[in-house]
């Protein structure tokens, strides 16, 4: 059920009024991020798409304009539901705070050329987001924007990170020849290289994890945020510092489903405050459990060992023959010592060259020389096939090393990983950093992340996942959890529902982009099998909200997904927001909204521009990792300085709430 679909705007010839946001994308990255643009930011949104289907989903009969359309009307219908309801999450006001805000104006194009841009009102516009599923087309659109408006705030989606990093290097350049003198705040925010497998790829690879534990990094230090099921009768669990979220209170229910920001009351609640923690019996909670410090990055483990063993190299037929020839050979020398009394080097030295050929017969020795020498005769024709077989071998080896392995056979409580494309990718990356086993089943032998897994000595089945064999192949009777990412929901549905009838507890995480279908899902696969944990993620409603506020100017810290929806880590100052600057800690927080966790006691002129990162030192040395200029032991009653700088959890609609633009003033300049 798509909901009230709204006329599409038919506005070829108005030309769009200045400080709009564009957006240009061909799969549901683009869609997604123009619905956070308008519905929670309420941000005047022109989405510019390929005309024609979509074709990451050849399936589906909608066009993209469709396909964006309907979207809309389901997001439009949602906010008309929470407008005649309790009012938004951050607090009390209507509904719909985007009321005067005209429509998505929705825009076709097969390439986003210097016409296509100009009509679009990049001239005017206050930021551009170019999320197309190629880099090469997305960089030649940010280069043409820079060109078109020096001063257009440009988000770029990039897989590629080192050529993200110059780029963004570039555009930055090119933008302060364009303003001299403009504030190096500013300049920073001026361009931003996201990647949307990046910023969906923890979330993802923890739903493999018992646990289900999220971290985010800041300034040096890990945040860990750990799911937490409904405590028993008269347990009582540690709090951690503080509770993110209530999950849905149909979680631990068979025939219940995972809430979304559909779901209505019955959806997780973040960000609650006490009394609502406390009244939620029989709720399972997200909370901030612990903070640590962050080591240098490590890189992912190969798996099986980095060198080829001789197990590897030779096959087991080969190692017993060469083993008993050793034993024949070690004979034959003890039998010649003990029968001609010659010493037992001369004695191995003979019967070495008896075997190699290499000595003339024994015609006036004794009969047991002579005896000595025939069988070693023998037992070097027979070394003569075993080093062919050597050699053939250690060739095929070398041939086959770059070739893809195969599952072991005695392999048990590995994650199957369905799908080696950008996600999945990096997907793969993160579970071997955490040393996690992993078999990759990729239909595509040319997929982008085979030859990651060859490298990294990952078995790899390649084969239709949707093909009886295929899974058995990857051995997910033993495994412990499923993995489905492919870029195809019902090929991920298709794959977790046979997984689930060879093993019915299996762990399973599905990708899915649609939060109806996936909650039908969730609740079908929960009512057939109550007692195995069953996840559904989609990756544009995970990396939508980073690029959402890149967009605004600023950058996050990282993203938790609870259930289906989404909390965010940011960094902000506190001047410029009257919902801090002035208040303590306690009053700060708003329920739903946001939540002060940190200050940064760092004077600003020393301050790091990104909390992200990680202060350098050198590990390997005496020397300690520097200490963090964060203060996560806040007193309740700390009063918020207009200098200070904070690290809080917000909710979408909260984030949005503190970073949205007065759409009477004038976008910066």
Known sequence: MLGF????????????????????????????????????????????LPPGRDANSPETPLTQRGRAAALFGRMSAAMNRAGNGNGTAGGGGSGDTNAGVE?????????????????????????????????????????????????????????????????????????????????????????TVLSDADTAAPALAATALTGSSKIIQAEGLLLRAAERPPPRPGENLDPGLCTLALLSSTTNDPAGSEGSDSSG???????????????????????????????????????????????????????????????????????SVLTTEDSLPHSAYLILLDLLSMNDPSEDGTTARKIIQIFSGVAGILL?????????????????????????????????????????????????????????????????????ARSMHVPTVIGDVTQEGVLEAAKIHRAHALLALTSIDTTNLEAALYARSVKPDLRVALRLYDDEFATAVYRTLRTAHPGALTRSRSVSHLAAPSFAVAMMGRQILGAVPVERKVMLFAALEVAGHPQLEGHTVEQAFRAGAWRVLAIDATPPADRAPDLAAIPPYNPGGDATPPPSGLVWDLHPGYVLRATDRVVIAATRRGLAELLRRQRSVAPRR
């Open 103 to 191: 429509a998505v104006r929705i825009m076709e194009a097969p390439e986003p050329s210097d016409d296509v841009l100009e009509e679009a009102g990049v001239d005017r516009a206050a930021a551009l987001a170019l999320v197309y599923d190629d880099d090469e087309r997305n960089i030649r659109a940010a280069l043409t924007a820079r060109r078109l408006n020096p001063r257009l705030r440009l988000v770029i989606r990039l897989y590629n990170r080192k050529l993200g990093q110059h780029l963004e290097e570039l555009l930055d350049q090119a933008a302060a020849v364009a303003m001299p003198g403009i504030d190096p705040a500013l300049l920073d925010a001026s361009t």
């Open 265 to 335: 009351d019955e959806a997780p609640q973040l960000l609650p405050d006490e009394q609502t923690v406390a009244a939620a019996e029989g709720r399972g909670t997200v909370v901030l459990e612990a903070i640590s410090q962050a080591g240098p990055d490590r890189p992912a483990t190969r798996m099986g060992g980095r060198g080829a063993p001789l197990a590897k190299v030779f096959s087991r037929r080969l190692r017993w023959s060469a083993l008993g020839f050793a034993l024949a050979a070690v004979a034959l020398v003890i039998v």
């Open 384 to 452: 003569l096939p075993l080093l062919i077989a050597a050699v053939l071998e250690a060739f095929g080896t070398l041939r086959t090393a770059s070739s893809l392995r195969r599952p072991p056979r005695g392999l048990s409580g590995h994650v199957v990983l369905l799908g080696l494309g950008k996600i999945g990718t990096r997907v793969l990356v993160r579970l071997r950093e955490l040393d996690i086993p992993v078999v990759v089943v990729e239909e595509d032998p040319e997929a982008r992340g085979i030859p990651l």
């Open 5 to 48: 679909v709204p006329p599409l705007p038919q506005q070829p010839g108005r030309p769009p009024s200045a400080g709009h946001m564009i957006v240009c994308g061909d799969d549901a990255l683009a869609r997604r991020l123009a619905v956070e643009l308008r519905f929670v930011y309420g941000e005047r949104v022109t989405l510019l």
